[in-house]
Each structure stands twice: as C-alpha cells, then as structure tokens.
C-alpha cells in the first residue's frame, strides 16, 4: 500500500510560478513511475507529467511543455512539479500518482494504482 499526500497548491496570478510536492509512504517509492495529473471543473482528470523510477526519464503533456518540471528525490520520497508561467487554464486540482508496474515513464491513467487526495491550484487573470 502506498500513501501519497500533495503540498504547495494556492492561488497565483498569472504569469507567477508554484512547486507542489508530493510525499509517498513506504519503502519501494523509488520503484514506481509517478506522474502529475489535473482536473478542472466539468473535465476529466488529465495527464500532466510523469517521471520514471530512477528520474532519468520524463514527459509532458503538450500544454505544459517548457513551463512545467517534473522531478522526484528517491532519499525522501518525494516527488515535485515546478509549475512556471502560469496561465488561467492550469487552473484545476492536481493530484500524484505512482504506478507500481515496470518503472518507465507513463501517461496512461488507467495504469497507475495509487493517487493522493490532491491539491487546488488557481491562476487568476
């Protein structure tokens, strides 16, 4: 069982910048790919960024390419999105992830096991 439990969400203006973390139980966190998922109101939960086991691989969603970072701290269990030059449409509730099947990055919802309870980020205009 995995626990995971989001920090750092608030509210910006536009244009400014937050890192939310994420702190995962357990002593295999640094077996599983996380990834970074949002969901706005009246849309589907979707993928953000992901990171593999080790850290040496990423992805983005295609919006947040250039402006978002996705890292992890294996000696802390703790994974981190830096979220730079935020825009009104990031506004949403984002949660963590971790998938417990092969390590490598992953986009896919339906493969991760466990979520965090998630963390409100609202960018005003």
């Known amino acids: 069982q995995v626990q995971l439990v989001e920090s750092g969400g608030g509210l910006v203006q536009a244009g400014g910048s937050l890192r939310l973390s994420c702190a995962a139980s357990?002593?295999?966190?640094?077996?599983?790919?996380m990834g970074w998922f949002r969901q706005a109101p009246g849309k589907e939960r979707a993928f953000v960024a992901a990171?593999?086991?080790?850290?040496?691989?990423?992805d983005y969603a295609d919006s947040v390419k250039g402006r978002f970072t996705i890292s992890r701290d294996n000696a802390k269990n703790t994974v981190y999105l830096q979220m730079n030059s935020l825009k009104p449409e990031d506004t949403a509730v984002y949660y963590c992830?971790?998938?417990?099947?092969?390590?490598?990055?992953?986009?896919?919802?339906?493969?991760?096991?466990?979520w965090g309870q998630g963390t409100q980020v609202t960018v005003s205009s």
């Open positions: 990171i593999s086991r080790g850290g040496g691989s990423t």
């Open positions: 992830a971790a998938s417990t099947g092969n390590g490598w990055v992953d986009v896919l919802r339906l493969n991760y096991n466990y």
């Open positions: 357990g002593r295999t966190f640094s077996s599983y790919a």
